[in-house]
């Protein structure tokens, strides 16, 4: 696509039934909507629903809904597989053994939301309902819905996507640059403007600097890859910073394949960089930011020939890369996940963000945009914190130290300190747990076997999702079965545009999040949840909330289903707001309306006070992975390999579409690379079942891809893999531990300021898998775990990192 | 008589040109009318005049003998299904005189039609 408008000319609109939201085509009812989960992801792209008889048949993508413009991953094109699954939960279960026999009787929804309230009403009575713990999977029709549950319904502070620790999910950037910016940075690939690529104020990127991710397989964050695909057609350079070998580092003019989780010191060192030779923006410099040049001071010494041998890229790309960001047009930096999953999180988050600042590339046509939520629609979480007793919320589980808690700008509870409380039982007993729509022993959890002993003291626990996973089966006393995307009335105003979902089918008796937590609430605290339905809910959430006068938001949930919004289709509302370049300088940031950013000094601070608030150091720095060929040299000698982990594919989405076929005839089994000198080297073969293990003796097993994608000495494995074919029942739980990554990640292990943890920086050993070796469930079961802890506390170092923080 | 383009460089080997062609064909596990094929990785050892990485991989669609060319689709005025959720944007749909003239001498193109 070189031209947005010769693809809108290049079909027939009416076709298209432009500016309904739904009609008849020969024997099915197409519905014009968006989508995002479940299943799917956290996207929300334009779709056209075709069904009949109260079943979806077919998926298309809607040309006209300029969010994807007709464009649809695999996962949505097969979603009838996933709606019409037979496997589906088809009504609400009540355990009927013990945990784990895979025995479970029918019951009606009123046993099942009679029961839980009940429960809920005792246990907040006896224990307190800081004893409840609600867990909620990542950001989609949970993203407002469940915090607000916490608080309004349950009344406990303690929500939380657990399972992994140091907030290791985007959290880190979003108060990482809300720290240094005021505001978070998106990258501009022109989807806040309705006319997209033919908006005449928007630039496409001069460069596209990918770093930590592989975007058009993640879609993260509510950021479609793909539209960088169209930059790049467009004529965007590209960086791409990643171990791996991915479609954007062959189409890149530098690959930086850096070390796992020494992403800060390649990062210093184009900082370094950009100083020396003064390829910074002076104006921007001295107008908007604060700190130059003790930022400076820090990075004086750390020079592209220091950085080489630390983060194994040459000082030539490194200088290359650098100077080939600051003089581009603009630069647009699509970080990711890898940023939190190591331990230097908020290092190389701050380093980056300074490399965008003193280059300019804040708020600036393709560059990287001053997001906020569509028509400050955000308060996700906290929107009913006042509905918590002040003593209960005193009692949310936080790390112990952490100036980042006590500044508040974190509100969820703190995954480590809630396995801690589960496994000392202090500062109290969880009397429940509430899970929907995340399977923590499968996906989150780090590590599960950890997470699943934790859990099952836990007396009562209930987890909602569309099929009986790993978790649920293991663990739940209830099971409610959570409906589809086309089989609910939701909205979201993650960024931009505003989005609605509209049910147009039935499957047996699963509900919607908005429809389980709505009744819950009705039966606990009837006060706090007057609406009658989840379309009323969903309107209040755009059109009033708490705020007095309301939101900013002038259309109703219904209206803006059915009617086309403004330079755009139905479903869809665009927020002028984010579209404006430059806010800093036109006083849109601040409260007090004056110019600059939303920061103390009303600049971005490049010594960062709310980093040094935090307790954490205000300037650049590096902090080496717990386990390293640098930090442990001795463990590097018998666990030869840095592994990392989290890959994503087209097929899956985090722990989901494992039973679907089509996703499984694409993508059969996890799949491990393996440079083919590795192979030779370590004598596996491709398409061979292998172990890896680590230090403390956890393993896992994936199937070799022998590949290029990784070089010699470094592997990378998938995530989320369990096998809905399987035996369910203990001690297998649908083979959820056996090619589980995060048997070898950890808990308690963070980086500053409680933040990040070595995820994707491992060390390990592979050797083929033999018929006759012990499976990790089998190892669980025996012995709980691979090695020994005491409660609340990260397992001993095999060897104490020699190297730790460098700065 | 319309052809499809495909500016190849570009496609991402995404898949979803073939799962929506088997949607829209009404064909099951292993068939579609479009199959991807995949070259690469290659690294490059020698200097092939490249400005940047010495890798190539590549992707490329075929079109099998189930494909019509979305034959009713187009007289609706409807896109091909393929090209319609193509993520990577890369095909185009139309006479294949105009569409040749999209081919830039810079990236690699394709012309699919029968
Ligand atoms: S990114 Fe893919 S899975 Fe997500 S909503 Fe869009 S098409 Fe569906
Ligand atoms: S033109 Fe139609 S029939 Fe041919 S490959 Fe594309 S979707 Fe299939």
Known sequence: MADYNEYL??????????????????????????????????????????????????????????????????????????????????????????????????????????????????????????????????????????????????????????????????????????????????????????????????????????????????????FLGHWLVQCVQMGSKVICVDPRLTWWGVRSDYWLPVRPGTDAILAMAMLNVIVAEELYDHDFVDCWTYGFEVMAERVANKTPEWAEPLCEVSADKIRGAARLIATSSSCACQWGLAFEQQIAALGVTETVADIMAITANIDNPGGNSLFRCAYLIEKRYGLGDDYIDKDVYARKLIAPVSGINESRIVSCADSDAILACLETGEPYEIQMFWIQSSNALACASMDPARTYNALMKVPFIVVADPFMTPTAQALADIVLPVAMSCERNSCRTWWTPVRTMVKVTDYYEAKSDEWIVLQLGKRVKPEYWPWEDDKEFANWYLTDQLAPGGTLYQRTWKDTVENPGTDCCNGIEYWDWDATYHKY??????????????????????????????????????????????????????????????????????????????????????????????????????????????????????????????????????????????????????????????????????????????????????YPVQDSDVLPHDIIAKNGDFASYEPGQPYPYIEEPVVTTIN | MNSILVNYEYCTGCRSCELACRNELGLTAGQSGIVITEVGPIEFNADIGLAGEPYDWVYMPVLTRACNLCETRSQQGKLPSCVQSCQAWCMYFGEPQKLVTKIDGKTRWALLGK
């Open chain 1, 9 to 222: 000319a290049s079909f027939d609109h009416a076709a298209y039934h432009e500016g309904e939201w739904q009609w008849q085509e020969g024997e099915f009812t197409v519905t014009r909507t968006t989508h995002w989960s479940p299943p799917g992801c956290h996207m929300g792209c334009g779709v056209l629903l075709y069904t009949k008889d109260n079943k979806l048949h077919k998926v298309e993508g809607d040309p006209l809904n300029s969010v994807a413009s007709g464009k649809l991953c695999v996962r949505c094109l097969a979603m009838p597989e996933a709606t019409n699954h037979p496997d589906r939960l088809k009504y609400p279960l009540k355990r009927a053994g013990q945990r784990g026999e895979d025995k479970w009787e029918r019951i009606s929804w009123d046993e099942a939301l009679d029961t839980i309230a009940e429960r809920v009403l005792s246990i907040k009575k006896d224990y307190g309902s800081e004893c409840i713990v609600v867990v909620h999977g990542t950001g989609r029709n949970i993203g407002w819905q469940v915090p607000y549950f916490a608080s309004a319904c349950m009344q406990t502070p303690n929500v939380s996507t657990f399972g992994f620790g140091g907030f290791a999910c985007y959290l880190p950037r979003m108060i990482g640059t809300s720290a240094k910016y005021g505001d978070m940075i998106i990258v501009d690939a022109s989807q806040a403007h309705p006319n997209r690529y033919a908006a005449k104020d928007w630039q496409v990127p001069g460069v596209i600097l990918i770093w930590g991710n592989e975007p058009i397989k993640s879609n993260a964050d509510g």
């Open chain 1, 585 to 766: 300088a036109k006083g849109m940031l601040r409260p007090d309306g004056e110019i600059g950013f939303n920061t103390p000094t009303k600049r971005i601070e490049l010594w960062s006070f709310g980093y040094d608030r935090w307790g954490v150091d205000p300037l650049p720095f590096h902090v080496e992975p717990p386990e390293s060929p640098l930090s442990t040299p001795q463990t590097f000698k018998d666990f030869p390999l840095v592994l990392s982990g989290g890959g994503r594919s087209f097929e899956f989405f985090h722990s989901e579409h494992r039973q679907l076929p089509t996703m499984r005839e694409f993508h059969p089994d996890p799949l491990i690379m393996v440079n083919p000198s590795d192979c030779e080297k370590y004598g596996v073969k491709d398409g061979q079942w292998i172990w890896m293990e680590n230090s403390r003796g956890a393993r896992c097993k994936q199937k070799v891809k022998s590949t290029i994608e990784v070089l010699p000495g470094r592997v990378h494995a998938e995530h989320g893999w369990w096998f809905p074919e399987q035996d369910g029942a203990a001690p297998n739980y649908y083979g959820t531990y056996e090619s589980n990554l995060n048997n070898m990640t950890q808990a308690f292990r963070t980086g500053q300021g409680g933040i990040g943890n070595p995820i994707k920086s491992m060390l390990c050993k592979i």
